[in-house]
């Protein structure tokens, strides 16, 4: 999975565990330590925690009595390891512990282990997300007992002991990285980035912490706008910048003041190298935070600029190259016909430059090489979506859209069937899906339907294109008799789901129409018509099936099947059972059929009924509001659900306790995400979703069984302007016009 940013920021602490010991002068000490790190890592194997805990501990005191910082380090990590296998409350044990330990801890082992309480107390907060998010900041909370604090406290505290671990920073500047790190590669470093001091590799880890977009962070610390271009700029010109006028300063501040402090000590060190890395990870961090609507423009300068002076450093320069690659890819989601028209080729691009590193293989790290290959994987993804009328007409033509990207051929196999077997097809393949995976479905059905025979089959030439994007083309469909098809539609004739692109569609062909209503008795209306002619269906078969979920055997059951005939105008109605359920109904006209089941949902649907014991039917709506109507990929969709019953009279009631779920589609009704929500005593639910990256922008929707919102996903920039009006003359009087002038 590519990061969309060098992730040396991100230091996990199991990156800890390979710390090599200080060397010793005893032998012995060494052997001891070898001896039980093998006892614990069996113990590990055996899945026996508290035991191997024990044996942590005494490697922890062995540790601490001998000053020995690597063999504490390791100890630490796995106490907290292990504490929180089999107990959460052990892991806020440990975290009160290393706080007294810490204080009579030396130099420089005081330092990383504050570096190590501000990523506990941050872990403990992830882990127990939400329930922080509603507390309020308390004044007689338990120092001892963090399930007392607020989400205000732990985070300053947090971000007081991350800031504590490079309080002494010209100490830490003098103790080589190696002498206390043995070179140790971080997880999730580029191999390259080995740190030059104590200091460097501290001041990243904090770098981390401060520069994160957890959205309940921002209330916490002052704001600050960055959108000033020298921020961009050559390293020489942002060491000019003066960041230290706040006297309460930001997250974001804290970090430039960081990499100022960094950069300085590498340029009049010459240490080149690693200030070359740091003024990458400078660069990428002014991207990140930057509000400047030209962010786009500059970070791609400021990293050519900075590839020019990487000429001896072959790694480092494949990994600015790299960074050059995605913004451009970036740069390239901006991409629209109507506006911005010069980005077609980013994509191009970005993937030829990610090319060019890869040739050069020898010369880079796996990182790096795993990022261009995980972001040419990202440009060249194969994509088909085929968009057709709900029901098709017989024996007549029927035009579809394709939208597509990276395919140049689309292959289609028409299937004969019926709501019947596509039922059982349905019910076959949904018994084999593994939990928590949402591909599994479309998986499943399409490798299954690519063994059936199909009545027609054949392939259409697309559009050429090369820009690496999304287009659209319009193909013809065969003429079908009345029945139902099952559609599939491939970029490659083997039509395997795993390798290419491939879709499918189950579709009716059919002369029957119909609209429907529900009257204020709860009886569902239906009044059918001829496709073509608009003339009603008489004496038309309607077969009214009720289908209940049956709790204890977890499956859906048909209880009552009703069988009724349109009257001389195309009308019938189905009254509502005795118990709720949901009414499928299929109309049949000779050899002509139609159902209401949309069978391209893997669940199914139908109209859910009620009969009210008091002759008023009332129906649940949700009402779904999103924060906006317009999102960036990537960015949190934070919605708010209200949940009410109403009758035909006006009436309406809010409904508490009500469990259900809200799911997330992309652009082609498929599913990305789902929560489990219930609502309030105010009728309420909310949450949020995070968009994906890299799949099609457009017309995307959140669900629920009785309501939906959809709302745009686009690659957009933010209008920023400023508007003044001129002071008014005199004092108005209400009801006087007044003429007021400004400017925009």
Known sequence: NMNSKTSILVIFLIAFISLAGKTQSNHNIKNDYEYYWKKID????????????????????????EKNTAQLLKSLIFKMKFSYAFEADNYAKQIVKLEEDAKKMGFPDSAVAHSMLGEMYWNYFTQNRYQFYNR???????????????????????????????????????????????????????????????????????????????????????????????????????????????????????????????????????????????????????????????????????????????????????????????????????????TNEKYRWDYKTAKEICGEILEKSNTVDSFTLENCRALISTITEKQLAVTTEEVLIPDESSPALVNFRNIDSIYVRIIKSSYKEFDSLQQIVNRQIQPNNIQTYEKLMADTLQHFKPVKSFSLQLPETTDFRGHSAEIILPELSAGQYIFLFSADPSFNYSENAVAFDFKSVSNISFISRSNKEGDREYTLFHRQTGKPLTNTVVKAFFVKYDYRRRKSTVENIETLKTNNEGYVKIKPRENNSTLIVEFKDGKDSLSTKNYNNQFGNGIYMYKNREQKQWETQTVLFTDRAIYRPGQTVHFKGIVYKTDFEKKHEIVTGFSTTVTLFDVNSQKISELYLKTNEFGTFSGSFILPQGGLNGMMSIREQNGQKYFNVEEYKRPTFEVELEKTKGTPKIGEEVLVTGSA
């Open 42 to 65: 069996s113990l590990e194997i055996a899945g026996l925690p508290r035991t191997a805990l024990i044996e942590v501990e005494n490697v922890y005191n062995k540790a601490k009595a």
């Open 136 to 338: 309020t900041k308390t004044t007689d909370f338990s120092p001892a007992d963090l399930q007392t604090w607020s989400l205000e406290q732990i985070f300053e505290r947090s971000r007081e002991h991350y800031l504590n671990s490079i309080k002494e920073k010209d100490k830490l500047y003098k103790i080589d990285a190696d002498s206390l790190l043995k070179g140790t590669t971080q997880k999730g470093y580029p191999e390259n980035f080995q740190f030059k001091t104590v200091y460097d590799f501290l001041a990243f880890r904090a770098i981390d912490f401060l520069r994160s977009d957890e959205n309940y962070l921002a209330k916490f610390t002052p704001s600050f706008n960055m959108n000033d271009e020298r921020f961009f700029g050559a390293a020489a010109d942002f060491l000019k910048m003066n960041l230290n006028e706040s006297k309460s300063p930001s997250n974001t501040i804290l970090v430039l003041r960081i990499f100022q402090d960094m950069l300085q000590v590498h340029q009049q060190e010459k240490n080149i190298k690693y200030f070359l890395l740091t003024d990458l990870q400078r660069i990428i961090f002014a991207f990140q935070k930057s509000t400047n609507p030209e962010k786009d423009e500059l970070n791609i300068k400021a990293l050519e600029k900075l590839l020019s002076e990487c000429s001896d450093y072959p790694d480092i320069q494949a990994e600015v190259k790299f960074q050059m690659a995605h913004a451009i890819y970036n740069r390239g989601n901006k991409f629209s016909k109507k």
